[in-house]
């Protein structure tokens, strides 16, 4: 890859951050995201395939990075459910909540992109993706629990997606009213002190 071609790229990128952030990716225009970067129409397309290729380009490297940080929390915490320790279930899920959180104000703008700025591409349900998967595997979690003899109530579909969205929609509001970072932090521990309370109360452990 050449400078030259690197350089428009990284530029195509940054233009397009800020007009995606400013009008939304269905308002913004592959023209004008050309003329801001000072490349012609044709040349983008030996960058990007259209624009969602060059929204994904943006928010891709995050949400992958989102998913790793949620799959090893995922594994951490079917490690203690395998132990005598659940009470420690609450604080890992805590620990996890502001690992996210301070991964989100490092990359503060591609979260703006993905919750506030997506629709009409696929990453519109991103947030509805992430709470599908934490129902999923927290019902494992259960069933687990369950396997090894811990009393535990069990919620319907809808019981579990309810009161992980609230969970989940809780902590997007950090970027949806962009909040400063010490305070998000802040909130944070007043989340995980309410639900942790909730899940105990509502799970009966």
Same mark, same amino acid.
């Given at each position: 890859?050449?400078?030259?071609?690197?350089? %428009?790229?990284?530029?195509? *990128?940054?233009?397009?951050?800020?007009?995606?952030?400013?009008?939304?990716?269905?308002?913004?225009?592959? /023209?004008?995201?050309?003329?801001? =970067?000072? &490349?012609?129409?044709?040349?983008?397309?030996?960058?990007?395939?259209? $624009?969602?290729?060059?929204?994904?380009?943006?928010? +891709?490297? &995050? &949400?992958?990075?989102?998913?790793?940080?949620?799959?090893?929390?995922?594994?951490?915490?079917?490690?203690?459910? !395998? %132990? #005598?320790?659940?009470?420690?279930?609450?604080?890992?899920?805590?620990?996890?909540?502001?690992?996210?959180?301070?991964?989100?104000?490092?990359?503060? +703008?591609?979260?703006?992109? *993905?919750?506030?700025?997506? #629709?009409?591409? $696929?990453?519109? +349900?991103?947030?509805?993706?992430?709470? /599908?998967?934490?129902?999923?595997?927290? !019902?494992?979690?259960?069933?687990?629990?369950? =396997? /090894?003899?811990?009393?535990?109530?069990?919620?319907?579909?809808?019981?579990?997606?309810?009161?992980?969205?609230?969970? @989940?929609?809780?902590?997007?509001? &950090?970027?949806?009213?962009?909040?400063?970072?010490?305070?998000? *932090?802040? @909130?944070?521990?007043? *989340?995980?002190?309410?639900?942790?309370?909730?899940?105990?109360?509502?799970?009966?452990?």
């Amino acid at each position: 890859m050449s400078r030259d071609f690197q350089q %428009t790229h990284e530029n195509l *990128l940054v233009c397009a951050k800020k007009h995606f952030l400013e009008f939304g990716f269905e308002r913004a225009s592959i /023209r004008e995201i050309c003329k801001d =970067a000072h &490349v012609t129409n044709g040349a983008f397309y030996n960058h990007f395939a259209d $624009k969602e290729a060059l929204f994904g380009a943006l928010v +891709d490297p &995050v &949400v992958l990075a989102v998913s790793k940080i949620y799959s090893d929390s995922v594994e951490k915490h079917f490690e203690m459910a !395998r %132990t #005598d320790e659940l009470k420690q279930l609450w604080k890992l899920s805590e620990e996890t909540i502001l690992e996210i959180i301070e991964y989100i104000y490092t990359h503060f +703008d591609v979260f703006q992109l *993905l919750l506030m700025c997506s #629709d009409g591409t $696929k990453y519109a +349900d991103f947030l509805d993706n992430m709470v /599908r998967a934490e129902v999923r595997e927290t !019902r494992k979690l259960v069933d687990e629990l369950k =396997a /090894r003899g811990v009393p535990i109530h069990d919620l319907e579909e809808d019981e579990w997606h309810m009161l992980i969205h609230s969970y @989940y929609s809780s902590i997007a509001e &950090v970027v949806m009213h962009n909040y400063p970072m010490p305070a998000a *932090l802040k @909130y944070a521990h007043t *989340l995980a002190a309410f639900f942790s309370s909730g899940w105990q109360t509502v799970l009966g452990i």
